[in-house]
């Protein structure tokens, strides 16, 4: 989102750069805005099943690396079947809805959301993590926004000091440039980084100024279309824009979290809240909770 068309089409010529270790969250890894899933993805293997596709996310997130084109990948091999996902769609008729398929050892987390008609997420952040969606069923319309000035993570203030630098070298060649991303990704590496255990919970609010959001993009998806994002490369909401069709959606998170930040369309005001699960394994819990939490489910 920060970089120039010109060094977005560059990077996006070679489609096998190394990519950050999505095992770690996004501000331990630098670089990262230059290193967006783009398209086309090469797909060299056939998934036929939600289950199978587990298993294979299971094995590459056994790894001390995890690519985020690998995860990609992945995603967009596997070709939706709703009797694979059916007993995951757990819908409720005022809100969507998250639900667990598998917590991934708590390297990753993967869920089904459930999009009544007309139903829609806030504009929220990603808690720092890698995200990855694919379209199960109906459509969804993806709507991206700039951080608010006030509530800018350091990785995205790092994003724009370096996309600056490149847009001044872009006579430098592919190659010049490749040579110059070095992605380093040990644990804890960012300075700034904060883990969500120190962030204030139940609805705190924190400090902002009454500015607008600024709307950066809209991208509607389709049927197997998958998409990315991270903290580096903007906020984002989800809405189902059909009035008549629910609308299904698998999504894939990591490292997991249990709180993200909501910001408010009209001043950008942000609210750390608790994210929820309808459903785990495919049954339907006692009551709504929180994505750590373990209960008995009916």
Request: net charge negative.
């Amino acid at each position: 989102m920060f970089a120039s068309q010109k060094a977005r089409k560059e990077i996006g010529k070679n489609m096998e750069v190394e990519s950050a270790n999505c095992k770690y969250r996004v501000s331990q890894c630098e670089d990262i805005e230059l290193l967006s899933v783009e398209r086309p993805l090469k797909i060299d293997l056939e998934i036929n099943r939600l289950e199978m596709l587990v298993q294979e996310l299971h094995k590459v997130f056994s790894r001390d690396h995890v690519n985020i084109q690998d995860v990609q990948k992945l995603m967009a091999a596997y070709k939706s079947n709703p009797k694979d996902w059916k007993k995951y769609a757990k819908f409720d008729r005022f809100r969507y809805t998250r639900n667990l398929v598998d917590a991934g050892n708590g390297a990753f987390n993967i869920m089904v959301l459930c999009w009544g008609s007309g139903h829609a997420s806030a504009i929220h952040d990603h808690a720092d993590s890698h995200c990855f969606m694919k379209i199960l069923s109906g459509s969804l319309e993806e709507v991206r926004y700039q951080w608010p000035s006030n509530a800018e993570p350091e990785i995205v203030k790092k994003s724009k000091a370096k996309i600056s630098y490149c847009s001044d070298n872009e006579e430098k060649s592919m190659e010049d440039k490749i040579s110059e991303i070095n992605i380093s990704c040990q644990n804890n590496a960012c300075p700034n980084f904060k883990s969500l255990d120190s962030c204030e919970q139940n609805g705190d609010e924190e400090h902002y100024g009454a500015d607008k959001m600024e709307e950066i993009g809209r991208t509607k998806l389709e049927v197997n279309d998958v998409c990315y994002i991270n903290d580096a490369l903007g906020l984002h909401r989800m809405e189902n824009p059909s009035h008549v069709d629910g609308a299904v959606s698998l999504h894939l998170y990591c490292p997991p979290f249990d709180s993200c930040r909501m910001f408010d369309v009209r001043t950008g005001k942000a609210t750390q809240i608790k994210v929820t699960f309808q459903s785990m394994y495919g049954k339907k819990v006692n009551r709504v909770i929180g994505a750590n939490s373990v209960v008995d489910c009916q």
